[in-house]
C-alpha cells in the first residue's frame, strides 16, 4: 500500500519536468553510486525529453575527493547527460550549470514549436522569430554579483 502511494506521488513528481540535475558529493563516493538509481527514476518518470546534467559538487574540497573528475565524465557520456563539476560553496560553475540546462531546455522547446508549426502547415514560425537566449559570461557574472553584494 505505502509503495503504491510513494509511485503516484513520484509519477506525479516528475511529471511536466523539462530539466534536472543530478548532484552526487565528491568527497562522498555513495551519493555517485546512487546516481544510477535516481536517473533511473527520472527516466522512468519523466518525458523522454528531460535535459538531465550531472553535476559532481563540492570541489573546494578536492583533498576529500573520492570520485574522480573522469569518472563522473565517463558515466555521463555513457548516459548521454551533460557533466560538470562545481564548488556551490566557492559559487564556481553553478551559475553555468544552469545556464546549460536552460539553453538546452530553450532549445529543445524552440525546435518542438518548429515542428508543431511546420506540422499545420502554416509555416508560421513567427514565435520563434527574434527570439534570443543571452548567457552570460562568467565575468560578467562575477561583475553582476559585485556590483549588486560587494
Known amino acids: 500500500m505505502m509503495l503504491d502511494r510513494y509511485r503516484a ?8 519536468a523539462v530539466g534536472a540535475m543530478l548532484v552526487y558529493d565528491i568527497t562522498k563516493r555513495l551519493t555517485f553510486e546512487h546516481i544510477t538509481r535516481w536517473l533511473g527514476e527520472l527516466r522512468t518518470h519523466a518525458d523522454n525529453n528531460i535535459v538531465i546534467m550531472l553535476i559532481g ?34 559559487s564556481t560553475n553553478v551559475d553555468t550549470a544552469f545556464y546549460t540546462v536552460l539553453t538546452e531546455i530553450f532549445r529543445i522547446v524552440s525546435k518542438k514549436s518548429l515542428v508543431a508549426n ?21 565575468e560578467q557574472n562575477a561583475q553582476i554579483k559585485k556590483g549588486c553584494c560587494g
Open 57 to 90: 559538487n563540492k570541489t573546494d574540497l578536492g583533498t576529500l575527493r573520492m570520485v574522480s573528475t573522469e569518472e563522473g565524465k565517463e558515466l555521463a557520456e555513457k548516459e548521454g547527460l551533460f557533466f560538470l563539476e562545481t564548488s556551490a560553496m566557492e
Open 9 to 16: 506521488i513520484t509519477s506525479a513528481y516528475y511529471r511536466g
Open 118 to 138: 511546420e506540422e499545420q502547415g502554416n509555416g508560421n514560425t513567427a514565435l520563434l522569430t527574434g527570439t534570443k537566449l543571452v548567457v552570460p559570461t562568467e
